[in-house]
Nanobody, 128 residues
Framework: QVQLVESGGGSVQTGGSLRLSCAASGYTSSIKCMGWFRQAPGTEREGVAA????????YVADSVKGRFTISQDNAKNTVWLQMDVLQAEDTAMYYC?????????????????????WGQGTQVTVSI
C-alpha cells in the first residue's frame, strides 16, 4: 500500500503562486509515476501534470504549460507542483496520485482510472 498526503494549498490572488507538496509513504518502491489532478465543483477531475518517478520525464497539461512545474525529490519521496501566475480558473481541489507503471504506459498520463493511489486533496482558491 501507498499513502499520499498533499499540502500547500490555500487562497491567493490572481497572479500569485503556490507550491503544492505530495508526500508518499508505504510501499513507495512500487511507484513509477506520480501525477497531479484537479477538480472544480461540477467538473470532472482533470490531469494537470505528471512525472516518471526517478526518471524525471514530465508531462504538463496545455492549460497550465509555462505556469506550472512538476518536480520530485526521490530521497524524500516527495513530488511538488509549483504553480505560478495563478488564474481564477485554477481554483479547484488538487489531488496527488500514484501509478505503478511509467506514466506513458497504459494510455495517456491523464487517464485517472489507471492511478491506483490517491491523496485526500488540498484546496486551491484564486481570487480576483
Amino acid at each position: 500500500q501507498v499513502q499520499l498526503v498533499e499540502s500547500g494549498g490555500g487562497s491567493v490572488q490572481t497572479g500569485g503562486s503556490l507550491r503544492l507538496s505530495c508526500a508518499a509513504s508505504g510501499y513507495t518502491s512500487s511507484i513509477k509515476c506520480m501525477g497531479w489532478f484537479r477538480q472544480a465543483p461540477g467538473t470532472e477531475r482533470e490531469g494537470v501534470a505528471a512525472i516518471n518517478y526517478g526518471a524525471y520525464t514530465t508531462y504538463v497539461a496545455d492549460s497550465v504549460k509555462g505556469r506550472f512545474t512538476i518536480s520530485q525529490d526521490n530521497a524524500k519521496n516527495t513530488v511538488w507542483l509549483q504553480m505560478d501566475v495563478l488564474q481564477a480558473e485554477d481554483t479547484a481541489m488538487y489531488y496527488c496520485a500514484a501509478y505503478r507503471w511509467p506514466c506513458e504506459v497504459g494510455g495517456t498520463w491523464r487517464a485517472r482510472a489507471k492511478y491506483t493511489y490517491w491523496g485526500q486533496g488540498t484546496q486551491v482558491t484564486v481570487s480576483i
